[in-house]
């Protein structure tokens, strides 16, 4: 199935959640290229992957209930499935989309996929709420606590049928790894079909101790080579965290998107320029007002930009603070980055650095 005849099938369907949930999610798989729902057993062993699958529900006081879970993959997620109408359907269905008591049923689907995980000795990583032919609202608890959170986070939470697939003509995102079954899938896209195919993946403490290590050791470097320059290593440590922060904030949204990667293009060229251009970016985030003709750049209070001291860099440290920029800092853990960054120094350089206190500082 492409994903044009998955759209057109499925995009005007509506309240009919009985009628539709198992076929829109045998549909979905296919265009997913990711295995269907196995046939039901008598064996639950044997049934980790399928439709209808029995849960004992505990009840405080009374009896446990038996519910059945619309699809279940073990280890993957707990699916349960809604089918609200548009305006236009003479159906009501769940209830009509966007409406309150649509956001009403839809929580009420995500308790319900609560109950049968926490009545669970393994709790999958995921629960996929989905309205048939309209959405799907994941949660993920990658620790087996059963303590669900809006994935990726609460505004990126929902995922829309339209959004799943590239058009013939976009092209995909270079940072993105496609394998040849999803180039036809966008990142939202490729996000669900990982839920199905290796939901740990997605999974942002694995990646963000890879990426945390290696700005450490970037970071070390530059400050290893600016202490034996014979700068004073209190104004190292706040200039590299005034770096670290703008790092940061380039890539949570507080500044324009690349505003401080994108510059290292010009400074490669001609470092002198670092200096003075660097000291008027963070004057501009003391103050608040508009850069480089980039837009608007926020006002930054608590007194980190106060002073806005750079310091001189050569070509080998600006290439090592470019690579360090490179990482998405929205996954640099700072709970342990300054302990990586300790360790990427020796105890000599630890010492004459201040580095017993500067870590500290940084995060």
């Given at each position: 199935?492409?994903?044009?005849?998955?759209?057109?099938?499925?995009?005007?369907?509506?309240?009919?959640?009985?009628?539709?949930?198992?076929?829109?999610?045998?549909?979905?798989?296919?265009?997913?290229?990711?295995?269907?729902?196995?046939?039901?057993?008598?064996?639950?062993?044997?049934?980790?992957?399928?439709?209808?699958?029995?849960?004992?529900?505990?009840?405080?006081?009374?009896?446990?209930?038996?519910?059945?879970?619309?699809?279940?993959?073990?280890?993957?997620?707990?699916?349960?499935?809604?089918?609200?109408?548009?305006?236009?359907?003479?159906?009501?269905?769940?209830?009509?989309?966007?409406?309150?008591?649509?956001?009403?049923?839809?929580?009420?689907?995500?308790?319900?996929?609560?109950r049968y995980a926490r009545a669970m000795d393994a709790p999958p990583p995921f629960l996929i709420v989905t309205d048939v032919g309209?959405?799907?609202?994941?949660?993920?608890?990658?620790?087996?606590?059963?303590?669900?959170?809006?994935?990726?986070?609460?505004?990126?939470?929902?995922?829309?049928?339209?959004?799943?697939?590239?058009?013939?003509?976009?092209?995909?995102?270079?940072?993105?790894?496609?394998?040849?079954?999803?180039?036809?899938?966008?990142?939202?896209?490729?996000?669900?079909?990982?839920?199905?195919?290796?939901?740990?993946?997605?999974?942002?403490?694995?990646?963000?101790?890879?990426?945390?290590?290696?700005?450490?050791?970037?970071?070390?470097?530059?400050?290893?080579?600016?202490?034996?320059?014979?700068?004073?290593?209190?104004?190292?440590?706040?200039?590299?965290?005034?770096?670290?922060?703008?790092?940061?904030?380039?890539?949570?949204?507080?500044?324009?998107?690349?505003?401080?990667?994108?510059?290292?293009?010009?400074?490669?060229?001609?470092?002198?320029?670092?200096?003075?251009?660097?000291?008027?970016?963070?004057?501009?985030?003391?103050?608040?007002?508009?850069?480089?003709?980039?837009?608007?750049?926020?006002?930054?209070?608590?007194?980190?930009?106060?002073?806005?001291?750079?310091?001189?860099?050569?070509?080998?440290?600006?290439?090592?603070?470019?690579?360090?920029?490179?990482?998405?800092?929205?996954?640099?853990?700072p709970s342990i980055f300054g302990t990586l960054l300790e360790r990427a120094l020796d105890p000599k350089e630890r010492h004459r650095?201040?580095?017993?206190?500067?870590?500290?500082a940084y995060v």
């Open positions: 199935m492409t994903s044009a005849e998955f759209l057109k099938k499925w995009v005007d369907s509506s309240a009919a959640e009985r009628s539709n949930a198992q076929s829109f999610l045998i549909d979905l798989c296919a265009v997913l290229n990711v295995d269907p729902p196995h046939a039901a057993t008598s064996d639950p062993d044997r049934d980790a992957y399928v439709f209808e699958k029995p849960v004992a529900v505990p009840h405080e006081g009374r009896q446990q209930s038996i519910g059945f879970i619309d699809l279940f993959k073990r280890g993957h997620f707990i699916l349960e499935a809604k089918q609200g109408s548009d305006e236009t359907s003479s159906r009501l269905g769940t209830a009509k989309r966007d409406t309150p008591a649509w956001h009403i049923a839809m929580q009420d689907a995500f308790g319900q996929a609560l309209h959405c799907f609202d994941l949660y993920a608890s990658f620790d087996r606590t059963a303590n669900y959170r809006a994935f990726p986070d609460a505004v990126n939470t929902r995922i829309y049928l339209r959004n799943l697939f590239r058009q013939e003509h976009d092209p995909a995102p270079d940072e993105i790894e496609y394998a040849p079954e999803e180039r036809h899938l966008t990142e939202f896209g490729l996000r669900l079909r990982r839920v199905f195919t290796d939901p740990y993946n997605l999974d942002p403490s694995r990646h963000a101790a890879n990426i945390t290590r290696d700005v450490a050791g970037q970071i070390a470097k530059i400050a290893r080579q600016l202490e034996t320059a014979g700068h004073d290593p209190e104004l190292v440590a706040k200039f590299l965290m005034r770096c670290l922060f703008t790092m940061f904030a380039e890539d949570v949204d507080l500044l324009p998107k690349q505003l401080f990667s994108d510059a290292f293009d010009a400074w490669i060229g001609k470092p002198e320029r670092f200096k003075p251009d660097v000291e008027e970016l963070w004057q501009k985030m003391n103050e608040g007002g508009v850069l480089w003709g980039r837009g608007k750049v926020w006002r930054f209070n608590g007194g980190l930009f106060a002073e806005p001291v750079a310091i001189p860099l050569n070509l080998f440290q600006l290439h090592a603070l470019r690579q360090a920029a490179a990482s998405n800092w929205a996954h640099v853990d650095l201040g580095a017993h206190y500067t870590p500290r």
